[in-house]
């Protein structure tokens, strides 16, 4: 890129070499499992889940509510200091509508994601989530209301699953 | 601590190979490439070289997990001090302020810093390999894939600022078309507003050219101490300013609309510069652009304008190569390609060339004396920011 540098190095592999097989291809699947310890404050959030109740963490210092709950303000980096639920109804903070799936793959139908912060919580303080029962993805704003769709008690296995999705309220 | 080190650090050599999709060399081939021109060019040997950093952005790319160690003998690192740095898109801009602290420490001389990425190794598509970067308890089970959080931080500036889609597609229009002028660009195309604004949805608002594609490539920089650069060339470039932050994980947390961790890296990267009046002072930044909203995102944490002002400064043409802030003449990733850690570095070499006069056809106008490189990664929170000067 320099003018003093008259050849870039890099050959490129080229398509047809694709297409005749001409490229080596390894599949490896990882035989490796994990037990993820969802730690103290998220798998109590887990265990309420299953009772249809959001919880959250406090601190006293800065006084906020934070959901996700974690055990120490990162801010005050102190011990949070409470539990408290907040409300399963919340405003649309960001949302997007995915065309791909995860491997980047087309999806016939999309998948509405959105960030959801919840009533009660501090302000901006959100999780992240599908939304459904939305009609036409073009209706979705910013700042509408939504609640959450939960999953029959006994079909609830402290996930964050146990949440269908959030769908928009109307008003 | 003295956040200026011991020593002035300089860069005297740089080089980059081509980026493109599929590259026939391996990842260590190409890290040899990119370290041989940027040796060549300061005119020095790898046995003048006392140390070597590495960054290479996520393992999972090339399936090739400890990639510091695999790639240890194409960065010219054999039986030398060698470290990995690796911060996500950060990595490019954090390598050579890694490479920065061996030499102003004044622990040694030189520095040889070398970015490697090869993404197009990983089927069907490197996207896949990154859903192991989310919480794995909260956020995996919905299935996220990164291009959603980027439309989520998309949508949120957008919405905050009222920012219409054609004001920011006016981004990648301009950088592919500076790219035109790059020998080693993936993507230089003359495109127009509708080109973008009709090309395939991805994840709502983010369509197929707002996005920068999958590459391979490397890039390398010599770095020495003010004693060395005088020894061996008249026109070193000086690294007057490094600045570095990272934000809550927690990014559900936080309003994206505007990156508070880069503004922080800027604000310490300018107090060692002693630049006071960023827009005024910069004459020429490669802000990090994986998307073309993350140019105006960027510029906005830079400093280089008001909050929500950088999609009117690139309408009024400010931000083109002969504008008055020339904003990635490059080409930038969008341009350029993106091999995440390697293109980060690129943009270091591309204002170490503008501010030697070396860019050829991508020369901004004016003589430029300051210019600033800037990376972003990890889940939307790292901010890496240097500051150069002729």
């Known amino acids: 890129m320099s003018v003093k540098i008259k050849h870039f190095p890099g050959e490129e592999i080229e398509t047809k070499d694709f297409r005749e097989g001409k490229v080596l291809f390894e599949s490896f699947r990882s035989k490796a499992r994990y037990a993820w310890s969802a730690g103290i404050a998220v798998s109590r959030f887990l265990e309420e889940l299953k009772n249809g109740r959001i919880l959250a963490s406090t601190c006293s210092k800065c006084g906020r509510i934070m959901v996700p709950p974690r055990i120490y303000c990162e801010k005050c980096f102190k011990p949070t200091d409470g539990w408290t639920y907040v409300k399963d109804t919340g405003i649309i903070n960001t949302f997007s509508v995915s065309f791909i799936a995860a491997d980047a793959s087309r999806l016939k139908e999309p998948v509405v994601v959105a960030v959801i912060e919840l009533d009660d919580a501090s302000p901006g303080m959100g999780i992240v989530h599908w939304l459904g029962e939305y009609g036409d993805w073009r209706e979705i704003k910013i700042g509408m209301r939504v609640q959450a769709v939960w999953k029959p008690p006994e079909e609830r296995t402290g996930a964050i699953t146990d949440i269908k999705y959030f769908k928009p309220l109307k008003e | 601590m003295d956040m200026f080190g011991k020593k002035r650090v300089a860069i005297v050599g740089a080089g980059v190979t081509l980026f493109r999709r599929n590259l026939k060399e391996t ?307 969008l341009g350029c390609g993106n091999p995440i850690a390697a293109a980060g570095l690129m943009k270091v070499c591309e204002i170490f060339w503008q501010l030697r006069g070396e860019a050829g056809k991508r020369q901004v106008p004016g003589d430029p004396r300051t210019g600033l490189a800037q990376a972003w990664g990890d889940l939307m929170q790292y901010g890496s920011v240097i500051v150069l000067r002729r």
């Open chain 2, 27 to 333: 990842g260590k081939e190409l890290a040899y490439h990119a370290a041989k021109m940027a040796l060549e060019q300061a005119g020095m040997e790898l046995r003048d070289i006392q140390s070597v950093v590495m960054g290479s952005a996520p393992d999972a790319f090339d399936g090739v997990h400890m990639k510091g160690e695999y790639l240890a003998d194409g960065a010219g690192a054999y039986h030398k001090p060698y470290m990995r740095v690796f911060v996500g898109g950060g990595t490019g801009v954090f390598a050579p302020i890694a490479g920065w602290w061996h030499v102003a420490s004044g622990q040694f001389d030189t520095c040889l810093v070398v970015c490697e990425e090869k993404m197009s190794s990983c089927y069907p598509h490197p996207q896949y390999a990154f859903t192991t970067i989310f919480d794995p308890i909260l956020e995996r089970p919905i299935g996220m894939n990164l291009i959603w959080i980027f439309a989520l931080e998309m949508n949120r500036y957008m919405h905050k600022h009222n920012i219409k889609k054609e004001d920011i597609a006016l981004v990648s229009v301009k950088n592919k078309r500076n790219a035109l002028d790059n020998p080693i660009a993936q993507l230089g195309a003359n495109i127009t507003v509708e080109d973008v604004l009709n090309s395939e949805i991805m994840a709502w608002p983010v369509q197929r050219l707002d996005v920068s594609p999958t590459s391979d490539g490397a890039a390398a920089v010599v770095l020495v101490s003010e004693d060395v650069a005088k020894e061996v060339t008249d026109n070193p470039i000086w690294i007057d300013g490094v600045g570095w932050c990272i934000d809550s994980t927690h990014w559900t947390n936080r309003d994206l609309y505007y990156p508070d961790y880069v503004e922080y890296a800027a604000r310490m990267a300018y107090k060692m510069a002693g630049i006071k009046n960023p827009p005024k002072e910069i004459d020429v930044a490669e802000p990090y652009d994986p998307f073309d909203y993350k140019e105006l995102h960027h510029m906005e944490g830079l400093l280089l304008c008001k909050k929500g002002e950088a999609p009117k400064l690139t309408k009024e043409g400010v931000t083109q190569r002969d504008g008055d802030l020339p904003i990635c003449p490059s080409g930038g990733l």
